[in-house]
């Protein structure tokens, strides 16, 4: 059962925890009377109109604390309701008094998603758009960021939107026509019906590919092998395989091109590459083309072992990339640990002794299971799913208008189509479905 709407709720917005500024956020009719016993304005009295106001919240047996409160009135507002944020410093002993106090006087503890749920229902947001919220909040990494984004912007609704309005239309066409069966009467010719059929059947196929390019639950997570020439990446490589899957010389730069295996850890497939030793590329073509394919294999990865041997303190470099932010993320693995003692903080491995191998298959089953699911990937299965069944629905109108058949079976395959659509973008919903989709989201989003 969903929540009731007009109750006023209140969350923390933010991530828990010590930091600069703590977000605490409400959403309802009674905004303004929940806040008014709790924060003091600095200068004025507080009015319903879009405004900030620097004040202070009033703390039972504690200093009051300083905060900025920001009021968008309803319906102008994310939820459609009166919305206000309490901006303060973010110490979780003094955020959990304010809440409690917002709680004391009359404020509900929002659900999970309760406030994206509330613009869905307010036409703020369309279904799909309300799920890349969900996307945008647990993107694991700049690709899915910027899907996330994409489809928060409508890159998958509006063609939708636009598909949907030409089929209703459509359809009103068809279905006045059939008061008009017995004079043989159309509305619509046949040629315009396929040609705007045929239009549609356009945009759901494209709508396919892109809802196909973003997800990427199928592509196995990508563990890139890296570092100098002859750092034990390609016996380390071997060691991980199971078998010798890579050249393995004591000559530096043996190998000139990546190789891939793909990995089954725990359950979990993960794509293993070895690439070329880093050395300025600076020789031949071949030498350079090695460089270049090594550099496009680490940027693809979502995990990065740099390989150094045990023993060789690591470059300036290598220091650079272990400190660097991700993406990718990178963690260090000290190789050929047979020879000598590596240095603390490394993941020790050798390939001759087969020592730290069971530990490195495990530590990379393990990032492989976390980041096994995309941010998005439940809003595109269940939109890959209607949209192949409206797919479905304008392939059999269009046949029907191909046999000159009655066209009160083409208004039924319309009909069908829309529904389709209509749960796509939200039109059609039930409670259930709502359920299923908000409670995946974190509490004040």
């Known amino acids: 059962m969903l929540p009731d709407p007009q109750d006023t709720i209140v969350a923390l917005a933010t991530a828990p925890g010590p930091g600069g500024r703590a977000i605490v956020r409400l959403s309802g009719p009674r905004v303004l009377e929940v806040l008014a016993s709790n924060f003091v304005p600095a200068d004025g009295v507080l009015e319903r109109r879009r405004h900030r106001w620097p004040g202070r919240c009033v703390l039972p047996q504690s200093p009051d604390l300083p905060a900025e409160l920001f009021l968008w009135p309803g319906p102008q507002s994310y939820t459609g309701q009166d919305v206000g944020e309490l901006h303060t410093i973010s110490c979780p002993p003094l955020v959990e008094l304010v809440i409690t106090r917002l709680l004391d006087s009359g404020a509900r503890a929002a659900q999970p998603g309760e406030f994206t749920l509330r613009a869905f229902l307010a036409g703020k947001l369309d279904l799909a758009r309300a799920e890349a919220v969900f996307g945008v909040t647990h993107a694991a990494s700049p690709q899915e960021l910027r899907q996330a984004l994409s489809q928060l912007a409508g890159g998958l ?3 939708l ?4 309005d030409d089929l209703l239309d459509l359809l009103a066409d068809v ?25 549609g059947m356009a945009e759901l196929t494209l709508a396919q590919k892109q809802i196909d390019q973003r997800a990427t639950s199928e ?8 570092g100098r020439p002859n750092a034990g990446k390609s016996s380390l490589f071997n060691a991980l395989a199971g078998k010798a899957a890579a050249l393995v010389s004591p000559l530096p730069g ?16 993960v794509e293993l590459i070895d690439t ?6 600076n020789g031949s073509a071949v030498d350079r083309a090695a460089q270049f394919q090594s550099r496009s294999q680490v940027e693809q990865a979502d995990l990065v072992l740099l390989c150094v041997e045990a023993g060789r303190p690591p470059t300036p470099s290598e220091r650079a990339w272990l400190t660097a932010a991700p993406p990718p993320s ?13 240095a603390a903080g490394w993941l020790v491995t050798s390939a001759r002794t087969g020592s730290g191998i069971a530990e490195l298959r495990s530590f990379l089953a393990e990032h492989a299971r976390q980041s096994a699911r995309p941010a998005l990937a439940p809003s595109l299965s269940r939109c890959r799913h209607h949209v192949t069944a409206c797919l479905d629905h304008l392939r059999r109108a269009h046949a029907l208008v191909l046999e000159h058949d009655p066209p009160e079976l083409l208004a039924l395959e319309l009909r069908g189509a829309l529904d389709e659509l209509g749960a796509v973008v939200g039109a059609i919903y039930t409670d259930d479905l709502l359920d299923r989709i908000f409670s995946r989201f974190c509490i004040g989003k």
């Open 157 to 159: 609704s509006r063609p």
């Open 161 to 164: 939107d636009r598909l949907r």
């Open 254 to 269: 043996t190998t000139r091109d990546y190789l891939m295996v793909r990995l089954e850890l725990s359950g979990t497939v």
């Open 330 to 342: 990178v963690v260090g693995v000290a190789t050929k640990c047979d020879l000598t003692t590596p």
């Open 219 to 226: 592509r196995p997570y990508r563990v890139v092998l890296a």
């Open 276 to 281: 070329a030793g880093w050395q300025p590329a």
């Open 175 to 199: 279905e006045a026509g059939l008061d008009f069966t017995e004079e043989d009467i159309r509305l619509v010719s046949e040629a315009e019906l396929l040609e705007r059929l045929t239009r």
